[in-house]
T-cell receptor, first 114, second 112 residues
């Protein structure tokens, strides 16, 4: 069966420090991969999605970047964190080529920028 | 562009009462629609999905939703609320470009 792992679960970082959140998927090949951010009291904002290695689409220009160095690995990064980067970050995947398929989510990473 | 709107950011129901969470979509083509549930500090879990087969979709834990094209709606219902249903619920739409867009969520409180 497929599983998705996301880490770290909790992170407290000072303003201006770098960020790296990792996500890996097991049990499937060539998944579509996604990063969402959920700010307090708000919905889910799609940040990045990827349909293959090295292929990253950005939904919202901001202080973050994403990379997909391997088929089932998706990384969210920042060189210098802002206070507004605080939030709950969710990695997700869907089956490639399945137009009606759903998203499968990781457990999330809570980032607090102080 | 495709989007979903969830009416009511907070809904309270008594235990045993009907649950109704509203979702309206905006789409130029027949959409794929989903309802997810999120418990505190966790990821989202799929409740049910509409993929242009039956308009009445049954999901887990006795939840169901009806796709109504004339009303552009996909409301979520459950006949009898349980305390364990207290959570955040999200409606989502998938476009043909692999993107999924979510509503702002509805927080459900169940009153004993």
């Amino acid at each position: 069966s497929q599983t998705i792992h996301q880490w770290p679960a909790t992170l407290v970082q000072p303003v201006g420090s770098p960020l790296s959140l990792e996500c890996t998927v097991e049990g499937t090949s060539n998944p579509n991969l996604y990063w969402y951010r959920q700010a307090a009291g708000r919905g889910l904002q799609l940040l990045f999605y990827s349909v293959g290695i090295g292929q990253i689409s950005s939904e919202v220009p901001q202080n973050l970047s994403a990379s997909r160095p391997q088929d089932r690995q998706f990384i969210l990064s920042s060189k210098k964190l802002l206070l507004s980067d605080s939030g709950f970050y969710l990695c997700a995947w869907s089956v490639s080529g399945s137009w009606a398929g759903e998203l499968f989510f990781g457990e999330g990473s809570r980032l607090t920028v102080l | 562009a495709q989007s979903v709107t969830q009416l009511g950011s907070h809904v309270s129901v008594s235990e045993g009462a009907l649950v109704l969470l509203r979702c309206n979509y905006s789409s130029s083509v027949p959409p794929y629609l989903f309802w997810y549930v999120q418990y505190p500090n966790q990821g989202l879990q799929l409740l049910l999905k509409y993929t242009s087969a039956a308009t009445l979709v049954k999901g887990i834990n006795d939840f169901e939703a009806e796709f109504k094209k004339s009303e552009t709606s996909f409301h979520l219902t459950k006949p009898s609320a349980h305390m364990s249903d207290a959570a955040e619920y999200f409606c989502a739409v998938r476009n043909t470009g692999n993107q999924f867009y979510f509503g702002t969520g509805t927080s459900l409180t169940v009153i004993p």
